[in-house]
């Protein structure tokens, strides 16, 4: 597979009679979830390490093909400097390692306060992770890593390590006027979007807007810039949030059917070939 879509989560109960059939219990939402979407970001394990039996339970409950892509935990990302976390890190892999095939590239988020004068404290911990072995790639928020030099260096850094870069779009929820519903993700920053890739894969974390019509023009651009990456050969993993978690499925599903009418050859969605799928919410 070359192209692989997903929610942030999957244990989300008001999925429940849209996504999950009515009366699905909350310990078969995995099961159902990955026979629906063929990844999931994995943001629990940012706020919380699962314990061995929880791993492997992941790993029974998920068809072939379905992988995680999950978050470095925050105890590991957000305590200032990097470096003196590379044990802890290296534990969290093994921890998962048990997930095998289902194991997708894991990603490490950096807080705003992370800055480019941390750029050697950052090449050592990249250099620590066993690359060649478990997939990583790397999302920023400080400001000065889209500016020059750092945008450079920074690029040139993940391209010679084989580091993945994630891309967080979050112009959807920053478009029009305000909304309360907005609130909670426009707390994520306002950073500009550089498409581009420093490895065979990306991640992409779309943040969606409640109103699937104000989606449409950043989804065109996506799956023109989709279309170029998967020619080219890169493995594209992309997530689709929404402030209204609700409505996250349903944008997922959206920007698939918009890849397959654009002629994109990818994966059919699992959802789409259920016998007796779930109604749909409304697109508009």
Known sequence: MNFYIGCAVWAYKGWVGELYPPGTRTTDFLHLYSRRFTTVEGNTTFYAVPNAETVTRWTTETPPGFEFCLKLPRDITHQKLLQPHIPEALAFLERMRPLGK??????????PSYSPALLDDLTAFLEAWPRQDVPLALEVRHGDWFQEPHLSNLTKLLENLGVGRVLL?????????????????????????QFSVT???????????????????FMAEWVTQIQQWLQAGIKIYFFVHCPTEDMSPNNARHFQNLLEQSGLEVPPLPWNNLNHPPNQLSLW
């Open 102 to 111: 289902h194991l997708g590239p894991m990603f490490a988020q950096l807080p």
């Open 169 to 193: 779009d979050t112009r959807p929820v920053y478009t029009g006027e305000d909304d309360p519903q907005l609130a909670s993700e426009r707390r994520k920053p306002q950073l500009p979007v």
């Open 199 to 217: 490895a065979p894969f990306t991640l992409i974390r779309f943040i969606s807007h409640p109103q699937l019509s104000v989606n449409q023009p």
